[in-house]
């Protein structure tokens, strides 16, 4: 199939805005789906991770989230890293310094593919590890195809939105931290109420792409300032705890 037909193809699959008034929405699709992202994304359709790109849920730093279906018509989350607006000076941070990455590129595109695989990579590690995390399912170049977390009418709410036990969403932050420290040897290097989905009755812990292995040099630094917002921002919940106590428990955690 020719470039052409093959972006002809993707277009005619993707629920573009359709009304004059959603200029917010034509602009986010026109910075995401240059020709690369959207061959990218006819390669992953071809292979039935994709069918339909449905409408965007989130806006990162970094990436675009949008709802889709895979061939079966199962939903799932794709997650679109912006080549041309991504911070490559932040991305660089993360990656130089862990060994999994070696020969980091100073091209923008590649390194942008680089960090979709590294979320990827992140996301399959504390999966094993017993961390809740959106299920990683499949990634080419820019573009990374995961577990949709949310119901069919809307997505899963951030833990800053939601309504939720204090306790028991404090005890699920500890002990993802310390499974991701101790099994996955991750450090998440951005946990706060931005980076939790809140799904029913479970917390899904999200955006791990700049989590670190313990090898990385900034590794402890990025495992204090999590805990030390974490104790920030659990305390101000009335929950007894402070920085020291997380990383007690994060560093002796065996389950």
């Not at 479970?202 to 989590?211: K, P, T």
Request: hydrophobic letters at 35%; a neutral charge.
């Amino acid at each position: 199939m020719k470039v052409e037909e093959a972006i002809r193809y993707v277009e005619t699959r993707m629920r573009k805005p359709e009304r004059q008034e959603d200029r917010e929405l034509r602009k986010t699709y026109s910075e995401v789906f240059d020709n690369a992202t959207i061959m990218t994304i006819y390669d992953l359709m071809s292979k039935g991770y994709i069918d339909i790109v449905d409408f965007p849920i989130s806006t990162g730093k970094e990436g675009n989230v949008f709802r889709g279906y895979d061939k079966r018509g199962n939903l799932i989350a794709i997650k679109i890293y912006r080549v041309a607006t991504s911070n490559f000076r932040r991305m660089s941070l993360y990656i130089q310094g862990d060994p999994r990455f070696k020969g980091i590129t100073r091209d923008r595109r590649k390194l942008v593919y680089t960090w979709a695989r590294k979320e990827y990579n992140n996301l399959e590690r504390l999966m094993g590890a017993g961390v809740r995390v959106p299920m990683p399912i499949a990634h080419k170049n820019n573009v990374l195809v995961m577990e949709y977390i949310g119901s069919e009418e809307m997505p899963a709410p951030l833990l800053k939105d939601s309504e939720f036990d204090p306790e028991e969403a404090y005890e699920f932050v500890v002990n993802s931290m310390g499974k991701a420290y101790n099994q996955a040897k991750l450090v998440h290097g951005d946990i706060s109420e931005y980076n939790i989905l809140v799904n029913g009755d479970e917390f899904v812990l999200i955006d791990v792409a700049q989590a670190v292995h313990l090898k990385h040099p900034s590794a402890e630094e990025l495992l204090v300032r999590d805990a030390k917002n974490t104790a920030r921002y659990f305390r101000k919940l009335g929950v007894d705890t402070d920085e020291g106590e997380i990383l007690r428990r994060v560093r002796e955690c065996t389950t």
